[in-house]
């Protein structure tokens, strides 16, 4: 995983809840990378999760709702600093329905041993999209946080249904309706 998925949920922790937490987190955990990232460093992905887990238990808050928070911190983190792929887009289903063929495949070639989803796109008509979210990461909860943040840049609004194909979490269709 790209250490920017790290460096910025470090970064939300620190906005969020302060600096000494994120201190903490990093000196109890013993992590393989030590909690030292670099943007374009590559690291395991099982370091989110355990970073996950002990914010969960220090802050008493659930797993789901802290990776859901940090993909809205994230979608703001990328029209940062992936401007172009969001300006490129004219509205959120726009932007949501090109980040298989579009968005990824770009930083696929930025990064070639970045760790992407798959996503299935089906728009039964202008107000409704389906995407089937696959990763054997299983971070559906940042994704659901991702396409919130999307929905906010663009000042839109939209009803989320999030359901579990595969029991695991590796499967999972969001569909989602503008109001
Ligand atoms: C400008 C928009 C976007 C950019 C630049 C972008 C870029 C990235 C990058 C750099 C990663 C990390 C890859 C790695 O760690 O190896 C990533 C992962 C991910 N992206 Fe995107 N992304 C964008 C939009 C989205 C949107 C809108 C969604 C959801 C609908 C999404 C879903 C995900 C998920 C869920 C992951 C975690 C990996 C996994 O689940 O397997 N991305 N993306």
Do not use: W
Request: hydrophobic fraction near 40%.
């Amino acid at each position: 995983m790209k250490g920017i998925v790290f460096t910025e949920f470090l970064e939300m922790i620190e906005d969020k809840f302060g600096y000494a937490l994120v201190d903490q987190l990093l000196e109890e955990s013993d992590l393989p990378s030590g909690g030292i990232y670099t943007a374009i460093g590559t690291y395991n992905h099982a370091e989110i999760s355990t970073l996950v887990k002990l914010l969960s238990q220090k802050t008493n808050m659930a797993e789901s709702d802290l990776l859901r928070s940090y993909g809205q911190y994230m979608f703001s983190a990328f029209t940062r600093s992936y401007r172009p792929f969001v300006d490129r887009a004219a509205s959120a289903f726009d932007l949501l329905s090109s980040v298989q063929h579009y968005i990824h495949v770009e930083v696929r070639k930025l990064y070639p041993d970045a760790e992407l989803p798959n996503f299935t796109i089906d728009q039964p008509s202008a107000n409704h999209l389906c995407m089937q979210y696959t990763s054997e990461r299983k971070l559906s909860d940042f994704a659901h946080g991702l396409i919130e943040g999307c929905l906010a840049h663009f000042g839109e609004r939209a009803t989320i249904v999030k359901t579990n194909l595969v029991e695991d979490g590796s499967q999972v269709l969001f569909d989602i309706v503008k109001s």
